[in-house]
């Protein structure tokens, strides 16, 4: 998944960074890294487990399964 392909992932379903960041269980600081392409210096690849969750989460049933994951995750 490109830098791009990313983004417009991430603004197709209406999120702000910090809203595709919590559902991905990363940072707002990481997701503007995913999608900073044209500057080589902040830039970083999206991860392929990311790419996956990415397209787990385009079926909205999936959206509440992994925001609980995640929420039971960090009361761990």
């Known amino acids: ?4 392909q990313f983004r417009d992932w991430r603004t197709a379903h209406g999120w702000t960074q910090r809203e595709a960041a919590l559902r991905l269980g990363t940072t ?18 999206v991860p392929q ?8 989460l ?3 049933r ?5 925001e609980l994951l ?6 761990i």
Request: hydrophobic share 40%; proline share 2%.
């Open 58 to 60: 385009c079926e909205k």
């Open 28 to 45: 707002k600081t990481t997701v503007y890294r995913w999608e900073a392409s044209g500057d080589k210096s902040f830039a970083a690849p």
């Open 70 to 75: 995640l929420q039971h995750a960090i009361d």
């Open 1 to 4: 998944m490109t830098a791009i």
């Open 49 to 56: 487990t990311v790419e996956i969750l990415c397209h787990l």
């Open 62 to 66: 999936n959206i509440r399964n992994v």
